[in-house]
């Protein structure tokens, strides 16, 4: 089992960035496949990037490639996700989470369903 806390959130002007970061309890993080997730107001929870268990491998949603970074340092059981050009559209709860399953080992995971372990979540402010 893995507890999971993210923090970084906070309110930034359109075109700047933030990074955010997820630390996680226990000592099988390593076997995990993280992703960021984020859920606007009267939205569903929807997938923003993923790593790999090695993280060399990564997978972003179309609406941030290009813009978002995922990286895990497994020495320090930690998961970032750094945040450039950011948008209005970016505004959200986002959420750092843990998949246990081995076929999302190689790449991570996109859907919701696939990941067991959440964190509270950290709230993403861009003002226009």
């Known amino acids: 089992q893995v507890q999971l806390v993210e923090s970084g959130g906070g309110l930034v002007q359109a075109g700047g960035s933030l990074r955010l970061s997820c630390a996680a309890s226990?000592?099988?993080?390593?076997?995990?496949?993280m992703g960021w997730f984020r859920q606007a107001p009267g939205k569903e929870r929807e997938f923003v990037a993923a790593?790999?268990?090695?993280?060399?491998?990564?997978r972003y949603a179309d609406s941030v490639k290009g813009r978002f970074t995922i990286s895990r340092d497994n020495a320090k059981n930690m998961v970032y996700l750094q945040m450039n050009s950011l948008k209005p559209e970016d505004t959200a709860v986002y959420y750092c989470?843990?998949?246990?399953?081995?076929?999302?080992?190689?790449?991570?995971?996109?859907?919701?369903?696939?990941?067991?372990?959440w964190g509270q979540g950290t709230q993403v402010t861009v003002s226009s």
């Open positions: 989470a843990a998949a246990p399953y081995e076929y999302c080992s190689a790449y991570g995971c996109s859907n919701v369903y696939e990941y067991d372990y």
């Open positions: 226990g000592r099988t993080f390593s076997s995990y496949a």
């Open positions: 790593v790999s268990t090695t993280g060399d491998r990564t």
